[in-house]
C-alpha cells in the first residue's frame, strides 16, 4: 500500500524556521514528483511548493513563499522535506504532500495521485 506520513509540524515563532519531512512507501520514489500544498481554516487548500522527480533539480514555488521556503527530497530516504524560514501568521495551515508521476513537476492538485494525511502549523507572537 502507497503511504505518504507528513511529521515535523507544530507551534513556531515568527521569523523562526520550521522543517516538515514526508516519508513515503510503497512507490518508487524517486519516479515521483513531490508536491506540498496547505489549507488555512475558511480558505481552499493551496499550492506551497514543489519538486520534480529524479534528481530533484527543478523547484516551483508559489510566489507567497518565494525565497523563504525551500522544497528538496532525499531518494535514498524516500523522503521530501520543506523548509519553512522567515515564518509569518499567513504560513499558520494544516500542510500536505502528495506525489505525482504524469509529470516531471506540476503545481496543480487535481494530477497528485497520492496525499497524506496533513500535519499542522501554527505561528506564535
Known amino acids: 500500500q502507497v503511504q505518504l506520513v507528513e511529521s515535523g509540524g507544530g507551534s513556531v515563532q515568527a521569523g523562526d524556521s520550521l522543517r516538515l519531512s514526508c516519508v513515503a512507501s510503497?512507490?518508487?520514489?524517486?519516479?515521483?514528483?513531490m508536491g506540498w500544498f496547505r489549507q488555512a481554516p475558511g480558505k481552499e487548500r493551496e499550492f506551497v511548493a514543489a519538486?520534480?522527480?529524479?534528481?530533484?533539480?527543478?523547484?516551483w514555488y508559489a510566489d507567497s513563499v518565494k525565497g523563504r521556503f525551500t522544497v528538496s527530497r532525499d531518494n535514498a530516504k524516500n523522503t521530501a522535506y520543506l523548509l519553512m524560514n522567515r515564518t509569518t501568521h499567513a504560513d499558520a495551515a494544516v500542510y500536505y504532500c502528495?506525489?505525482?508521476?504524469?509529470?516531471?513537476?506540476?503545481?496543480?492538485?487535481?494530477?497528485?495521485?497520492?496525499w497524506g494525511q496533513g500535519t499542522q502549523v501554527t505561528v506564535s507572537s
Open positions: 502528495a506525489a505525482q508521476e504524469r509529470y516531471a513537476i506540476s503545481r496543480q492538485a487535481f494530477l497528485y495521485e497520492y
Open positions: 510503497g512507490l518508487t520514489f524517486s519516479s515521483y514528483g
Open positions: 519538486i520534480s522527480y529524479s534528481g530533484g533539480i527543478t523547484k
